[in-house]
Structures are given as structure tokens and as C-alpha cells.
């Protein structure tokens, strides 16, 4: 069974800063990392999806990577924004059909302006 | 392109009755899957469909049920709702490489 872990569970930092969130997982064969953005009360939105071949991945300020062997995924933010305040989630895929998601308790983020 | 859309966004049942839920997913997705959000327990998985068949299930009484129809689309259903089953339930579409395309949930508060 694969277990996905975030520490911190909770992030506050000024303006500018650059973020990094941490995500942990048990089964190394992975399939897919995918990291989420959740706003309250909302659904999620995919940031960035790292194929288990792949080391990282990029969009804009975003960079995420991945290392099976040491089972981790970290993600960055680049001088970060008030409107990245949000909780983030990591959801690991495992199985050569299996689409089920399992997903980590999140990081929730606060940029203070 | 139109995403995942969810219907109705917010429901207040009682326990004991049973609600349907409904997802839309993004056009040509044909894998559909299912979560339920609690603060306590988290994102948890519930099934995945694809072209009709139910594929994965989590560990989630036979209570929850669901299906899904020729054009895709998905319902999930949950009979005798009790107070725990107070949650968002988010529905998620796939095509390529698995990358899931969440919906904005569905609010079900169970009095």
C-alpha cells in the first residue's frame, strides 16, 4: 500500500521568499507524481505531473523533482506571492493499470504580504 | 475546452436517505474516478470507471456505489447516509499518462 507524507503540514512565509514542500512516499514503482493546488473550499488544480521517469519538471515559477530511490518529490516556488497562498498536495500513482490516486495531507501555505 | 464539471455543488440531506452525484468529465477522458475529503481522513479514494467498468475500488462500505455511462459521465451514489458521510466528494477525469483533472466537488452536509 502506498503511503504519501508532507512535512510541514503547515508553511507561513513573507513575500519574496521561495517555497520548498516536501512529499514522501513508501512504494518506489510509482507510475506518476502529481502535485495539486487547493484552494479552500475548492476542488483541486494540477500544477505539475513527473512521470516516474523523469527527474523534474518545470512550469514557470514551478519546479518539481523526483527521486524514486530515495522515495521523494520536492516542490519549489520562486519568489513566492500572496496568491500562492493555498494548500498544496502530492499524489503518488503506483501499478501498470491503476489510476488511484494516494494522496498526501497537504502543506497549506501562507505568503504574508 | 470545457473541465470537469460537477452537479449539484452543494447538498443538505438527513441521515438515513440517499443522494446521487453527478460528474461531467473533460471531453474525450474516458477514466473517471472518485474521492472523498474530510478533514480528519483526507483525500480518499473511492472508485474509478472506465468505458463503463468499475476498474479500482477503495475501502469504502457498499453503501457507496457508483457507475458510469456510454458518453462517460459518472454518478456515484450513497445510500442511508450517515453523519460521517459530511464531506467534499470531488470527481476527477484522465486521458494521457494519468494526469487527473479534478472537478470543483460536490458539498454534502448530512444533518
Known amino acids: 500500500k502506498q503511503e504519501v507524507t508532507q512535512i510541514p503540514a503547515a508553511l507561513s512565509v513573507p513575500e519574496g521568499e521561495n517555497l520548498v514542500l516536501n512529499c514522501s512516499f513508501t512504494?518506489?514503482?510509482?507510475?506518476?507524481l502529481q502535485w495539486f493546488r487547493q484552494d479552500p473550499g475548492k476542488g483541486l488544480t494540477s500544477l505539475l505531473l513527473?512521470?516516474?521517469?523523469?527527474r523534474e519538471q518545470t512550469s514557470g515559477r514551478l519546479n518539481a523533482s523526483l527521486d524514486k530511490s530515495s522515495g521523494r518529490s520536492t516542490l519549489y516556488i520562486a519568489a513566492s506571492q500572496p496568491g500562492d497562498s493555498a494548500t498544496y498536495l502530492c499524489?503518488?500513482?503506483?501499478?501498470?493499470?491503476?489510476?488511484?490516486?494516494?494522496f498526501g495531507a497537504g502543506t497549506t501555505v501562507t505568503v504574508r504580504a | 475546452k470545457a473541465g470537469v464539471t460537477q452537479t449539484p455543488r452543494y447538498l443538505i440531506k438527513t441521515r438515513g436517505q440517499q443522494v446521487t452525484l453527478s460528474c461531467s468529465p473533460i471531453?474525450?477522458?474516458?477514466?473517471v474516478s472518485w474521492y472523498q475529503q474530510t478533514p480528519g481522513q483526507g483525500l480518499q479514494f473511492l472508485f474509478e470507471y472506465f468505458s463503463e467498468t468499475q476498474r479500482n475500488k477503495g475501502n469504502f462500505p457498499g453503501r457507496f456505489s457508483g457507475r458510469q455511462f456510454s458518453n462517460s459521465r459518472s454518478e456515484m451514489n450513497v445510500s442511508t447516509l450517515e453523519l460521517g458521510d459530511s464531506a467534499l466528494y470531488l470527481c476527477a477525469s484522465s486521458l494521457a499518462l494519468r494526469e487527473q483533472f479534478f472537478g470543483p466537488g460536490t458539498r454534502l452536509t448530512v444533518l
Open positions: 471531453s474525450g477522458h474516458r477514466s
Open positions: 512504494d518506489s514503482a510509482i507510475y506518476n
Open positions: 499524489a503518488a500513482s503506483v501499478g501498470s493499470n491503476d489510476y488511484k490516486l494516494s
Open positions: 513527473i512521470q516516474s521517469s523523469q
